[in-house]
């Protein structure tokens, strides 16, 4: 059995508790954590647009990509120090809500943690790349909150039914 947690700063901890809770001992869990193209993009751009006059060494978005990469190594340790059982650590680099989807494929779970507004039960509590990962994995997902989900009385009112005349 494999299941996969994907790591993301501010909801790691609770993905790495959920795999602690929800996968057998035995089970060969990955961590998994996506640096996304977008900042270092946008350095790499932003430093080429200085029309023509940008020296390569001096590329800013070249330090950003080396940051990154740190940081989605130290989050990585500290989610297999947290979860304290063998575990594979893998870092993608792309789209983050394609690569979550491929590194899944071939998992029997995938644990992923609520990352929208989470102050109301409904769809919005979902960001656009964890609602991309649930709509496409293609394994069964477990969606956690990473605090106290909220209350019932959260749900929004049932629509009006229309008016026959």
């Known amino acids: 059995m494999t299941v996969i947690a994907w790591i993301v700063e501010g909801t790691w901890a609770a993905c790495v508790d959920a795999a ?12 998994l954590h996506v640096a996304g193209p977008d900042v270092p993009g946008a350095a790499h751009g932003a430093y080429a647009g200085l029309l023509g006059r940008a020296r390569p060494d001096r590329d800013p978005g070249t330090v950003v ?3 990154a990469a740190a940081a989605g190594e130290h989050l ?3 989610a297999a120090e947290r979860l304290g059982r063998p575990c ?3 870092e993608r680099h792309g789209r983050i809500e394609r690569e979550v989807v491929a590194a899944a494929e071939g998992a029997d779970l995938l644990i992923l943690a609520r990352d929208g507004d989470r ?12 609602r991309f990962i649930v709509d ?10 990473p605090e106290t989900a909220p209350g019932t009385h959260t749900i929004p009112p ?7 005349r």
């Open 136 to 145: 496409h994995a293609p394994c069964p997902v477990l969606l956690i909150w």
């Open 158 to 164: 049932p629509p009006h039914p229309p008016h026959h």
């Open 119 to 130: 102050s109301h039960l409904g769809p919005r509590s979902l960001g656009p790349a964890s």
């Open 88 to 90: 594979t650590r893998v």
């Open 65 to 67: 990509e080396r940051l």
């Open 76 to 78: 990585l340790d500290a």
């Open 20 to 31: 602690r809770t929800h996968a057998p001992e035995g089970t060969d869990i990955v961590l």
